[in-house]
């Protein structure tokens, strides 16, 4: 098993992890205690980007801490990315539901692409 880490970027309104590692039960306490979920991502900051790149594994207890994770981001009116999503994984993503709240990109600078339109739109 890997021994996973998540370090973390700012870039203006955007929270960015670089996610390394199988995201599974050893991930669960990681992910879990960098943030407040709930109460959104801090210092007005509304957009989180994931990147999956060097996440070889993702077993259920890793796709339970992604929707622990996302659900009260979205509450929060925070919106979450992701990108280094292996096909088998972005099926995955797919089939519980994560996709309908994490939109999937092929790489960082089309999600910044997008959330500088969302930005330039007031979203």
Known sequence: MNEFRADKRIAGGTVIYDLKGDLSNQAEEVML???EWEKGLGQ?????????????YINSIGLAVLIRI???LLRAGCQTFAYGVTPHYQKLFRMVGLTEHMMIYPNEEAIVQRIEHLEAQGE
């Open 33 to 35: 205690e960098l943030c």
């Open 70 to 72: 996302i659900r009260p």
């Open 44 to 56: 007005g900051r509304r957009f989180l980007i994931l990147n999956f790149t060097e996440v070889p």
